[in-house]
C-alpha cells in the first residue's frame, strides 16, 4: 500500500495531478531525467520499504536481502534511502543485513520460487546458480 510501483505512482499523481497517463517504468526515467516530482514520489516509496524491511530484519535477522523489482534499475538512487531507514533500527553494536539488488532479468523472482519450493517441499537448501 505505502511502498508499491503503484503507491509510487499515487505520490506523484498527487503532486501533479494533471499528468496524464504514466507508468512506473515512465516515473523511473522521469526520476532519472532529474522531475524532482519523480524523484520525490520515488524516495518516499524508498523510504517506506526500507521501514518495511525493518521489520523483516528485527523478526528474522537475515545477513542479506536480495531486493528484486524495478526500482533496482536505479539502486543508486534508491538504495542508500532503504539501507538508511534499515540502519535507523539496527541495535547497536548489530550489523544490518546486506542489501542486494537483484539486475531483474525476469528471471530473478522465478529462481526465488524455485528456491522456495524446493526447500519447503524437497528439503533442499541450496543457492540456485545466477
Known amino acids: 500500500m505505502f511502498a508499491s510501483n503503484r503507491a509510487a505512482l499515487r505520490y506523484y499523481f498527487e503532486a501533479a495531478p494533471d499528468s496524464g ?12 531525467q532529474g522531475d524532482s516530482r519523480a524523484l520525490k514520489a520515488l524516495t518516499g516509496m524508498a523510504h517506506y520499504l526500507g521501514r518495511g524491511m525493518r521489520m523483516i530484519v528485527a523478526g528474522l535477522a537475515p545477513e542479506r536481502i536480495v531486493v528484486v523489482g524495478d526500482l533496482t534499475r536505479s539502486w543508486s538512487h534508491f538504495g542508500p534511502v532503504i539501507e538508511g531507514e534499515i540502519r535507523a533500527q539496527t541495535l547497536r553494536g548489530g550489523r544490518p543485513p546486506r542489501l542486494i539488488p537483484a539486475r531483474d532479468d525476469g528471471m530473478a523472482r522465478l ?20
Not at 21 to 32: G, Q, T
Not at 116 to 125: A, H, P, R, S, T
Request: hydrophobic residues 45%; negative net charge; aromatic residues 6%.
Open 21 to 32: 497517463e504514466l507508468s512506473f517504468p515512465d516515473l523511473l526515467r522521469r526520476a532519472d
Open 111 to 130: 529462481r526465488g520460487t524455485i528456491a522456495l519450493v524446493l526447500q519447503e517441499d524437497f528439503g533442499i537448501n541450496r543457492e540456485i546458480p545466477a
